[in-house]
Nanobody, 122 residues
Framework: VQLQASGGGLVQTGGSLRLSCAASERTSRTDPMGWFRQVPGKEREFVAAIDRNGLSTYYTDSTKGRFSVSRDNAKNTVYLQMNNLKPEDTAVYYC????????????????WGQGTLVTVSS
């Protein structure tokens, strides 16, 4: 299982970014996918998840209404659209595979990509 996250960068408060997670073909088409984030010195935090067909999504309360997770199985890619970004959204964002979309602890997601850094300036 291979996951490659990208799309991070520096953005001002209120701005938007779209993260992408490119997955190996087998992973993307059969697995639920999730996004987590981590600030140095803190635990990795659940952000959002999507089921294998893209019909069900799940968000943490702090991102609900601002973030949107989607997937394109034809491209083996999962996206995280982040709008109205706030300084507290600054973190390294990770994509994960093969968890259940309502499972919010990192230990319940067995496969991980490398992170992509999102920095929101005030």
């Amino acid at each position: 299982v291979q996951l490659q996250a990208s799309g991070g960068g520096l953005v001002q408060t209120g701005g938007s970014l779209r993260l992408s997670c490119a997955a190996s073909e087998r992973t993307s088409r059969t697995d639920p996918m999730g996004w987590f984030r981590q600030v140095p010195g803190k635990e990795r935090e659940f952000v959002a998840a999507i089921d294998r067909n893209g019909l069900s999504t799940y968000y943490t309360d702090s991102t609900k209404g601002r973030f949107s997770v989607s997937r394109d199985n034809a491209k083996n890619t999962v996206y995280l659209q982040m709008n109205n970004l706030k300084p507290e959204d600054t973190a390294v964002y990770y994509c994960a595979a093969r968890g259940l979309i309502t499972r919010t602890t990192p230990e319940e997601w067995p496969y991980w990509g490398q992170g992509t850094l999102v920095t929101v300036s005030s």
